[in-house]
């Protein structure tokens, strides 16, 4: 089992950044890529970001390209996103996400799930 502890919401004005941090305990040599993911009231979890642990290659949701960036440190066992240029319509619950052997957009494929923190980005 990979266990999932995020950090580093907030609230922000828009035009404001945050970064977000995950940190993976556990069967951390199990994971195959890494994913953050939103669920914002009265909506379904969405896809925001995902980078595979071993080549690095990431991938975005198009509303957040160029304003996000996800990394991940090895040594570390954790993976962040940055958020830059934050709108009001990026308010949600941030959930980060690992899976074995899946790195697509559906957060039903992904086995691990942190518990969440609120991004809150007022007008």
């Known amino acids: 089992q990979v266990q999932l502890v995020e950090s580093g919401g907030g609230l922000v004005q828009a035009g404001g950044s945050l970064r977000l941090s995950c940190a993976a305990s556990?069967?951390?040599?199990?994971?195959?890529?890494m994913g953050w993911f939103r669920q914002a009231p009265g909506k379904e979890r969405e896809f925001v970001a995902v980078i595979n642990w071993s080549s690095g290659s990431t991938y975005y949701t198009n509303s957040v390209k160029g304003r996000f960036t996800i990394s991940r440190d090895n040594a570390k066992n954790t993976v962040t996103l940055q958020m830059n240029s934050l709108k009001p319509e990026d308010t949600a619950v941030y959930y980060c996400a690992g899976d074995r052997d899946y790195s697509g957009r559906n957060y039903l494929e992904y086995d691990y799930w942190g518990q969440g923190t609120q991004v809150t980005v007022s007008s």
């Open positions: 556990g069967r951390t040599f199990s994971i195959y890529a």
